[in-house]
């Protein structure tokens, strides 16, 4: 799949912006601050409804701006979709699909794939467990959009549980209403927490396979990664770690979950917040024996982090349920963070992607593997403050305009 067009009104620092895209490589091409990440970030939007900078809506929307709009004309398996997309401080953001009815953004889910690398990756590794977290929630969201509702349905329960958790701890003792109540906590708790459970345990069993080759294309030497999870549902003496989990069924979890629940309860009243479910699990990432966090070197864990958006992307191509829908793969100024032989092999390696779209702040920052390859080449110059000027080197590439505040 792949987007034909995307048009911007007062996202960030776009009053106006329409595009022209093609398949093939696209690169986004202008000094810092001029407004490249703007536009991969809409198009990583029109996938995700979030962006990989911030969380919430307001910074999307132009300064001085009331809403903001994405409209993407995508193309999957012959059949073009038209996207619209209102983002609104304060409210929920809305879609339009073909013209339709307005209805809630996430009804857009898995209409658009995309794949964002960024140097914001490094979290992935360096960052807290609630990083990785997140990247395995997102990742088989896009999968399975039907997961969205399981995850707000989750973490609705987890503040209202903890919540309660707190009244208990503050009243100093568990009455019977706590006790009723909680139960029914217990219960939405396991039922939304066993789907993400068993959702993520089946992605990391696709998907480390798949990390494991794309580190082997990136980078050399002896230590290869390993993808493990350590669940706070399973009893400590279990060492909490997945290879006991992946055989069990989404009704399996739920128990466990339950009984989990039980076993932890005086503890989450002392403490006065939920411990166990997924919320609390940790996706641990290593590099031959020792954890990548807090061991690896920088090179390693650019490494590492580009392996797993690379690897993610392979788990889609792999994904029987997909439609033919190869995501859109964005690589968001990676390429500057690079030495020249990890940037050349990551490009090699996405060379074969039907859309790639990539940001730079100079000529210099694009490998010379990406002009040479098959697909053609498109560069959009982007500057500030006046129209934006395109050329297309090596190949084709249909001109592409832009208006810039
Ligand atoms: N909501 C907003 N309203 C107006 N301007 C904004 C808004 N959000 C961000 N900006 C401006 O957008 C600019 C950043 O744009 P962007 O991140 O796309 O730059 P870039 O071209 O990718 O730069 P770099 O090469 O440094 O990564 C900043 O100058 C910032 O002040």
């Not at 009984?259 to 002392?270: L, N, S, T, W």
Request: hydrophobic share 40%; with cysteine; glycine share 8%.
């Amino acid at each position: 799949m792949h987007l034909e067009s995307l048009s911007l009104m007062d996202f960030r620092t776009y009053r106006s912006l329409d595009l022209a895209l093609t398949p093939g490589i696209t690169v986004f091409l202008g000094p810092n601050g001029v407004g490249k990440t703007n536009i991969v970030e809409a198009v990583d939007f029109t996938a995700t409804l979030g962006s990989h900078r911030v969380s919430s809506t307001a910074p999307m929307i132009r300064a001085g701006a009331e809403r903001a709009v994405i409209r993407a004309g995508v193309r999957r398996a012959g059949h073009r979709t038209t996207l619209e997309f209102v983002l609104e401080t304060g409210k929920s953001n809305t879609v339009r699909i073909n013209r339709g009815s307005p209805t809630r953004a996430r009804q857009a889910l898995g209409t658009v794939h995309t794949v964002l690398f960024s140097p914001e990756d490094l979290t992935l590794i360096k960052g807290d467990p609630s990083s990785r977290r997140a990247f395995l929630d997102e990742l088989a969201t896009s999968m399975r959009p039907v997961l969205a509702g399981v995850r707000a349905d989750y973490e609705k329960t987890v503040r209202q549980r903890n919540a309660l958790l707190r009244s208990a701890r503050t009243s100093g003792r568990i009455t019977e209403a706590h006790t009723a109540t909680l139960a029914v906590w217990d219960e939405q708790l396991a039922t939304a927490g066993a789907q993400l459970l068993h959702a993520r345990i089946q992605l990391i069993k696709a998907l480390e396979p798949e990390v494991h080759r794309a580190y082997a294309q990136l980078a050399d030497g002896p230590r290869l990664p390993s993808l493990s999870y350590r669940s706070s549902v399973l009893p400590e003496a279990a060492d909490g770690r997945i290879a006991q989990l992946e055989h069990f069924s989404v009704a399996d979890l739920r128990q466990l979950i339950l009984e989990a629940c039980e076993r932890k309860q005086a503890q989450e009243v002392e403490r006065g917040v939920s411990l166990v479910g997924p919320h609390r699990d940790e996706l641990e990432l290593s590099l031959g024996e020792l954890p990548a966090r807090g061991y690896a070197s920088h090179g390693e864990m650019w490494s590492y982090a580009l392996a797993l958006r690379l690897g993610s992307w392979y788990v889609h191509l792999d994904d029987d349920r997909s439609e033919g829908a190869s995501p859109v793969l964005i690589l968001d100024d990676v390429f500057a963070e690079l030495d020249a032989r990890r940037r050349d092999r990551l490009a090699h390696a996405v060379l074969s992607a039907e859309q790639v779209l990539v940001t730079a702040a100079v000529d210099d920052d694009v490998p010379q593997v990406l002009r040479e390859g098959r697909s053609a080449i498109t560069v959009v110059r982007v500057a500030p403050g006046e129209a934006v000027s395109t050329g297309a080197s090596s190949q084709t590439g249909a001109p592409a305009e832009a208006g810039h505040e």
